[in-house]
Nanobody, 119 residues
């Protein structure tokens, strides 16, 4: 059974930092386009960052100035480093793995999420 398990969510003060991790089982992350999404209560889910199979990075809006997505293919882990966290960054963060790299052929794999709170 494919599993993506996020961890690292916590409560931090504004301006603080967090590092999120997503550990994959059964699948190899090297074969997937990978992303982090987030959703705050009462708000729509939004994309945060993407890392393609070849390592190409992309970020939503100005998040590239504060967030860094990376992967360790040997350990099969996806990371999100978040710096200078702001209250609007609070929400549940999800790890996503898509074998079709956002082509929409099939729905990708999603983790259960990890909660980030900024006070």
């Amino acid at each position: 059974q494919v599993q993506l398990v996020e961890s690292g969510g916590d409560t931090v003060q504004a301006g603080g930092t967090l590092s999120l991790s997503c550990v994959a089982s059964v699948i190899s992350l090297s074969s997937y386009c990978l992303a982090w999404f987030r959703q705050a209560p009462g708000k729509e889910r939004e994309g945060v960052a993407v890392i393609d199979r070849d390592g190409t990075l992309s970020y939503t809006g100005s998040l590239k100035d504060r967030f860094t997505i990376s992967k360790d293919v040997a350990q099969n882990i996806l990371y999100l480093q978040m710096n200078n966290l702001q209250p609007e960054d609070a929400g549940t963060y999800y790890c996503v793995a898509d074998p079709n790299c956002w082509a929409g052929v099939v729905f990708p794999y999603w983790g259960q999420g990890t909660q980030v709170t900024v006070s």
